[in-house]
């Protein structure tokens, strides 16, 4: 009996243990070869977004992944932990201490993304499947283009907020925290040593990382994983829906938040019209790519899709096109039943075909077929 | 009192009325049939007594507790569970992990305690290990709790579905045909499972089942629904014998 | 009463389970075969494989003789081999009309032909002609499973498959659906049925098969398998 918990627990082992290697690993690696000095302004720049990018896809698969449910808001939280951050960052925190500014600041991104998730969340989770996906998407245009025509600033007088340049005037020296369209620049790094504002982000993904696996590894996580599979049986069980689609929709939200502030920090300059839809896709390519409730996956997705662009770049023009056809030549080796049932005869081969695939694709199971014994509801 | 009594429920769909005038008293520690032809409104009725539809009028009472048109979430703390007509099993858990989500509500620690992994998480999430394997041990499905629940076959699948439901430790457990695609074998093992289940966990069972040799075999009293209202009531002597139950229901006894 | 289907050696694999060993059987012209076994035998995995919905790993399935065993789906039914499929997968939002009409799609002969069938499933299926035009999803679970198998028989088949056409069903229409059967088979079509019920399914067969953890391992007459001690045992509920 305690043999076959052990197995279970063994799995969730390796998932963790997998996770933090590659992320250690990662680091180690990055800080060798920066001291040896191989690896260009470019590669370096790029150190921080690969960390942002690998926490919005690891927060978005619990939503995707482990919730089930689309959305394609994710980047609208990174854009409300972005701003919410660098208004702190340039405005009250100006003159403190780097180390206590940056987390204040951390901390302001990820509580304002979470506000954001309930305020969104909240109307917007009665929806499910493609009418959450297109509401989600609203969402996320309605606060790129509020924020495009919001104008702040702080002078002797208090706080000025107006939606319109003409009723927006601060006393002469003060400088405005958001100018409407214009992208907020100037926001300082979080160290002039890029390696330190790597280990900063690598620190915030292993945050991500444990607060997701520890949460899905749980009973709260069981139950999200139950509404799933299967609403009503969740339902009936006496799982509170909502509770625990809302606590996915807004963990998922802190930890983009953090993600934004990070990004901007690395960038110098933040631009609300990149946080479109076309970001959320991008993270949502992922997630995919990684696979569906797989963290691992989603680090190496995110990796790579932030590499890729920028090793291809020797390729100009070709460069879109080359990264479309990588994309779907992973995606058919992850999905494409002939891909997977190569990998399942490989995988069982290596085990010595003692066992039974652990990994099953619904169409080639065989507790599917002889599942479907199902009728339809009587009524 | 009854563990559940139903009084003069019903419910109607866009002008149809699908179920009326639906009572129901069931002791603890009974077996109850519920039979009667396809489309007659039993799933229905177990659909209003889980809190999934919301009667139109009557009342159901659980061990004194008024759950008339309560939430799945309350009924389900109440102390009423249910297996479903198409087995609906969350088919990408673990077997184990199917049975734990089923303790729910009956092993509850908050969210901080499992992302923190504190004491707390450690030794509820021991308990419910240790409680899960009980309960499949029962079912004779224990060596399978690290399978993932769709690999399980048929029958399996559906003692999984019964462990899940026994997890949240019902006063009242609703099975809807329980017995559906096994073979007449199954169906015998099947019935001493559920015998078991009532002995063993001392609590009622009321059950829909077209399999005539299972529910007659098992079941102390019957009710027959048909369009949505009561036509027999009894022991299965009496409800088999009851000409419109035969009728409109068995059929003649020419096989 | 030529073979119309033989399946021989048929190996089917999901991932690494062997899901069905070797397994051969055939069904000649005008028969009732039945496919009887436990959960998880392998029944419905080989129906699978006749009707095309899986590829089996080797071993041959010819039909009429057609070398069907790569052969997709679709083109599998307009050579005339029909499969109602378990569950009653009807169209819920057409009404019954409509989905018989989607069973006579594959076919290219005339309308009239088509209202011909019409009127033959509507003889055999009395209950779907005063459903006509109600929706599918709010037929009754009998009814359901009747027109499921009304729209195959409207391909016009020379042979059906029925997988657990009983299921969930009243004791009472379990009875009228078997009947159906018996009346379908009369009209000249060939059957292959898959029954839980196998008292049921070995009193309207000709012949039987024995199905245990994907190998055949009885074959007979109906008859002498409803006799036959073991399969009593096992299957036919004896013990009780």
Redesign the interface.
Known sequence: ?AK??N??RK?STKTYVFSYALIVGFWAVVQIMGHMGLLSSKMLGLLIPICAYAIMAVSLNLVVGFLGELSLGHAAFMLSGATAGVVFYNGAGLNMPQVPRVIITLIIGAAAAGLFGVIVGVPVLRFSGDYLAIVTLAFCQILKNVLSTTYLGVDSKGVHLALEQSSFRLEPGAKPLIKGAQPISGINKISPDMMISFTVGIVLLLLTVT?VL??M???????I??I???E?????????LTRYKL?AFISSAVFAGLAGVIYVLNLSTLDFKKYDYNLSINVLVMVVLGGMGNVPGSIIAAALLTLLPELLRDFSQYRMFIYSIVLIVIMLFNQAPVFV?LR??L??KLRG?RQ???E?V?T???????????????? | MALLEVTNLGISFGGLQAVSGFRLSVDSGHLYGLIGPNGAGKTTAFNMLTGMYEPDEGKIILDGVDITGKSPEFISKAGIARTFQNIRLFKRMSVLDNVKVGMHNKVPYGMWHGVLRDGVFRAKEKEMDQRAMNLLEVFGIADKAGHVASQLPYGEQRKLEICRALASEPKLLLLDEPAAGMNPNETIELRETVRKVRDDFGIAILLIEHDMKFVMGICEEITVLEYGKIIAHGDPETVSNDPRVIAAYLGGDDD | MGELLKVENLNVYYGSIHAIKDLSLTVNEGEIVTMIGANGAGKTTTMHAISGLLKPRSGSITYDGHLISRMDAYKIVTLGLAQCPEGRRVFSGLTVHENLELGAYSRKDSKAAVEDDFNMVFELLPRLKERRNQLAGTLSGGEQQMLAMGRALMSKPRMLLLDEPSMGLSPLLVKEIFRTIKRVNENGVTVLLVEQNAKMALNIANRGYVIETGSITMEGKASDLADDPKVKQAYLGGAA
Do not use: H, V
Request: no cysteine; glycine share 8%; net charge neutral.
């Open positions: 009996m076959t918990g197995i279970i799995k607060f520890n949460l590894n749980s009973r709260a996580g069981r139950a994983t139950a799933r599979d299967d009503i049986a969740a339902k009936s069980i006496g799982i509170n606590m049932q399942q005869r995988a069982a075909n039974m695939p652990e099953t619904e080639a199971d065989a507790g599917y077929f002889e599942a479907k014994k199902s009728g339809k509801e009587e009524e």
